[in-house]
């Protein structure tokens, strides 16, 4: 199965020590997250880059894809009451070439996109008009989100006036191993 997008609920097995430390200033990382994302993916895998993130109401989040790694995965650690129909993470294709992801090589040959300066005409990530989002997964509590990263993307805009009601996630940069 080539699955792009998994969505897992209660990925922590206790999950406020997570949040608590996000909270207070000294977030922890544990082994826990690379062994259940391994066994999400069924393969080993090597967490490059972890980032403890709070997104306040109307945090701008433009659409990006990231091809230094292999997978991102990001787990909502936003308490319950402050998450309810909250839009997280949103997924996107490019209207003029139809690209859900960043194109590959021979994609990028066949529609003349060779160089930096191609890429940043062709995709024009700050124009939503050049975009059509056909997902978004809503953010709650100990949810996990994980992704291919060359997957065009963008973390939402965020909510909440304060640290304690805003969108808090962890956010992981995965290769395979």
Known sequence: MNQKIIVADDFY????PYYKGIVEGEPIFTDEAPQKISHLLGRD???ENLFNEVALSNTPNPITANLACDWIAVIYLT????????????FYSHLSTGFDAF??????QLHGIQTQE????TFNVDNREEWKEYSNVYVKY????LFGA???HSYGKGFGEQLNNSMIYQKLLIQNA
Do not use: F, T
């Open 142 to 145: 100990n949810r996990i989100v």
């Open 13 to 16: 097995d206790m999950a406020h």
């Open 118 to 121: 191609d890429i940043m005409a």
């Open 79 to 90: 308490m319950p009451g402050d998450c309810v129909s909250q839009r997280g993470m949103s």
């Open 150 to 152: 060359d997957l065009w």
């Open 103 to 108: 194109p590959d090589e021979y994609a990028r």
């Open 45 to 47: 895998i090597k967490v």
